[in-house]
């Protein structure tokens, strides 16, 4: 045995070197994977962001086909879903094709409105027809929100529909 | 002043360029933000003594200030402090709401789980021996040091300096030095003929 004191006087007054970097690493791992943030708590602060920075209203999903726990934060693939907020109602309805992308046929029951599709990365704008409909083609698949915003009444806040995923 | 020692790739160097761009006009920069930084502000919401509703509220809750205040924030290059100072504020005064007293080391709420010696949820998670190892020899720590050695593994190298700061760690807590939480912990898994040193 060696004269020194106390091995860890000693090495607490050590600089760091990688094993110290390598312990830390493993701590930091093991505590990811003891207490991992909620899998969908990132995509929640998302929505809950984009409802602030739009200053919007959230519509409710008030039925859907095929999913049965859509409920603003769990998302289930679905084939018809109908959302509706302040008086308007909005039912998609997602076509998926063989590849990976899906077409969604939509309708509003306003028709002065424009329909914003956001999907993970980019955002495309429709005008409902005179019978309320609107369409996005070629739509990739994840998730996706929906914009409804009143040409008439700039004033009035725009609706927004929780995530569904395609 | 400006930590010129973190690297290119330390995370408030990524915290910063993504922000900056949001504030260019680049809604992207702000999902790449809530992308590195949400599992660290978790991290320090839960060290505070939050359960997991609370904590996903003061994570949440974090942003949506970020929204807010992201014009007066000077410094870009601040911004990730400026998060974990925010969580770590909130995450206090939810405790306090509580009516609990104010966190010390011991109030979290990870260590008032089930008596560290016994078999724990945590450790049947851990698949790997090696971690199993770590976390047995972690335990035994005294909760000053759990406390401590957490708040500077929630970041990469790089940012050890910067997070331990934000979290008003006593300065010098980490680096150049090892300091005493750490040595102990090396200590006791150096000694352990089942530890494998890293090569």
């Known amino acids: ?166 | 002043m400006m930590h010129t020692d973190a690297g290119a790739h330390s995370l408030a160097n990524r915290a910063a360029s993504a922000f900056r761009a949001y504030r260019d006009g680049e809604t992207a920069g702000m999902s790449t933000l809530v992308d590195e930084v949400t599992p660290l502000l978790w991290a320090v919401a839960r060290q505070q003594g939050l359960h997991h509703q609370a904590a996903e509220d003061v994570v949440q809750n974090t942003w949506l200030k970020l929204v807010e205040h992201a014009p007066s924030i000077a410094d870009p290059q601040s911004v990730l402090k400026w998060l974990i100072t925010t969580t770590k504020r909130d995450a206090w005064s939810s405790v306090s709401r509580g009516h609990r007293e104010e966190p010390a080391a011991h109030a979290d709420v990870r260590d008032a789980e089930p008596d560290a010696t016994a078999p724990s949820p945590e450790l049947a998670v851990l698949a790997e021996a090696d971690d199993r190892l770590v976390w047995h020899h972690f335990a035994t720590l005294s909760d000053r040091c759990k406390a401590l050695l957490r708040a500077i593994a929630f970041a990469e190298k790089p940012d050890y300096a910067t997070v331990a700061q934000a979290l008003g760690m006593p300065v010098g807590s980490i680096g150049p030095t090892r300091g005493r939480c750490l040595a102990k912990l090396r200590h006791a898994l150096v000694t352990d003929p089942r530890w494998e040193m890293p090569s």
């Open chain 1, 1 to 166: 045995m060696s004269a020194t004191p106390d091995p860890e006087t000693t090495l607490a007054a050590g600089a760091l070197d990688d094993v110290d970097a390598h312990v830390l690493d493993q701590l930091r791992h093991l505590h990811e994977v003891v207490d991992p943030p909620p899998a969908d708590l990132v995509d929640r602060v998302k929505f809950a962001m984009t409802v602030a920075a739009l200053e919007a209203e959230v519509a409710d999903i008030v039925s859907s086909a095929t999913l049965e726990t859509v409920r603003g934060t769990d998302y289930d693939r679905a084939d018809t879903v109908t959302f509706a907020s302040d008086g308007l109602s909005v039912m998609v309805s997602i076509e998926h094709g063989a590849t990976t992308r899906a077409d969604i046929v939509g309708w509003v029951s306003e028709t002065d409105v424009e329909v914003e599709l956001r999907e993970r990365g980019r955002t495309r704008t429709a005008v409902v027809d005179e019978e309320g409909r609107f369409s996005f083609t070629g739509v990739e698949r994840g998730l996706v929100n929906f914009v409804i915003r009143r040409r008439g009444d700039v004033a009035a806040p725009p609706i927004i529909t929780p995530a569904i995923e395609l």
